[in-house]
């Protein structure tokens, strides 16, 4: 089978919102409202949760001009799409990180474990992708629940060779059902980014 | 297309096709790209499945950038061009239903932007934004004015050749992209950092879209095409036969 080049990427710029949050920069009348503003719908199934952080450069300064997009199951571990999945999770959401804060935020329901391809379950997790000026590929990572038993024989976590990069992974719970998770592109807290 | 089911993991990707992360010409990205090596794994369902979208959820302009933002009626200003072109997979399978956004500035080089501080002016029938969606043969096409290029503070005289921004949401999030299209002959492609952050020449070539006078309207608009290929899924074996062509 012929196997073609994948197109490459490139950076998504200072401008990405023009393009995946018009209204959100104050281009308004073209979309009636920005695509992926909730991850659910009036009547999702599961428990409430937030998940929210920062994002930070090489110098610990927020990235305040970052996109980032949130992927995730229903409550039952079933993806929007998938036979059974809950109808009130679209389970996509982005984000323009806030101009002032770099803080983002997604109000959504705790997602179900899923199978790994080589047997097994993983742990709960949110599936990340950040772009910004000056990244060049966008970075994917996952947020996966401290307070979660599964967390500790997730199968993904168990390849890590790095014990010590696990935390970076970790959203930690705040209280309230707030989860927080710090996103670092350097330093001693580099995030794990993925390559899958 | 294929059953999704008889579809295994994704082709793991292949960096040497894409930019390298720490590139200093390209000055943002020395304190905006990890260090650390990423990490793989074979894809599981969060990546093998993807946001659902509908041709429903779109609007009768939002492919068309001439007039989804100025009063009723009223076009932007610049050369009218199409963009179109098909999406596929590594396989050569068509991508039906991916949603392609795009965005770029107007036929000065102006964005709408409130970051955005360039002399040229703004186009009041101008947004700079449109999304469409694959039909079931993968094939999409943009109405839109030819952007400009433009300046912009890097290096001391860097300026951006003319591009159109897209990002693609295909059938699993593994495909998710952003990229950028330029256009056949540009002198100010060659010179740009942002460019030169793909080092392979071929993966460059591809995203310059070329002159497609086949497809142009005559008295109307030119066209360029620009093909777009998104990761792949491995067949796996079913019966004892491959499956999925």
Not at chain 1, 174 to 181: A, I, N
Not at chain 2, 2 to 10: I, T, V
Request: glycine share 10%; with cysteine.
């Amino acid at each position: 089978m012929i196997d073609y080049a994948e197109t490459a990427s490139q950076t998504a710029g200072p401008y990405v919102h023009i393009g995946c949050t018009p209204n959100f920069t104050g281009i308004d009348g073209v979309y009636p409202e920005d695509l992926g503003l909730r991850m659910i719908e009036t009547g999702a199934k599961g428990d409430r949760i937030t998940l929210t952080g920062v994002i930070h450069d090489g110098n610990g300064t927020p990235m305040r001009d970052a996109m980032i997009e949130a992927w995730q199951p229903d409550a039952a571990g079933r993806f929007a799409g998938q036979d059974g999945a809950d109808p009130a999770v679209p389970g996509f959401a982005r984000c323009a990180c806030d101009p002032q804060t770099g803080r983002f935020q997604f109000d959504t329901v705790k997602p179900g474990a899923v199978p790994f391809p080589t047997g097994g379950l993983q742990a709960p997790h949110i599936t990340l992708w950040i772009v910004a000026r000056g990244i060049n590929l966008g970075l994917h990572t996952r947020a996966y629940f401290a307070d979660d038993p599964m967390t500790q024989s997730d199968p993904v976590l168990a390849r890590i060779e790095h014990k010590s990069r696990i935390q970076t992974l970790l959203a930690q719970p705040k209280g309230d059902r707030v989860y927080e998770m710090n996103i670092w592109l350097q330093g001693p807290d580099e995030t794990i980014f993925f390559d899958v | 297309m294929p059953d999704e089911a008889k579809l295994g993991s994704y082709a793991a990707r292949l960096r040497e096709n894409h930019p390298v992360a720490l590139h200093p010409p390209y000055r943002t990205s020395v304190k905006r790209s990890p260090t650390y090596a990423p990490i793989s794994f074979p894809s599981s369902p969060s990546e093998e499945y993807g946001p659902v979208f509908g041709h429903a959820d779109l609007g009768s302009l939002d492919h068309d950038l001439l007039y989804n933002f100025g009063e009723a009626g009223a076009s932007a200003i610049g050369p009218r061009i199409i963009v179109h072109g098909r999406v596929q997979d590594q396989f050569g399978r068509p991508v039906a239903g991916a949603l392609l956004e795009i965005w770029q500035a107007n036929a000065g080089g102006r964005y709408r932007h409130a970051r955005e501080g360039y002399i040229a002016p703004l186009d009041p029938n101008f947004g700079g934004c449109g999304r469409v969606i694959t039909a079931p043969d993968g094939t999409y096409e943009f109405r839109t004015v030819m952007p400009g290029p433009y300046p912009w503070p890097n290096g001391p005289n860097d300026w951006r050749p003319a591009h159109i921004h897209f990002s693609v949401l295909g059938a699993g999030f593994a495909q998710r992209l952003i990229t950028q299209m330029y256009f056949e002959g540009d002198p100010l492609i060659p010179l740009c950092p942002i460019v030169r952050t793909i080092h392979d020449a071929g993966a460059v070539e591809r995203l310059i879209a070329p002159l497609d006078m086949a497809r142009t309207v005559p008295m109307d608009a030119r066209a360029y095409r620009f093909d777009i290929t998104l990761r792949g899924r491995r067949q796996t074996m079913f019966e004892n036969r491959m499956e999925g062509l």
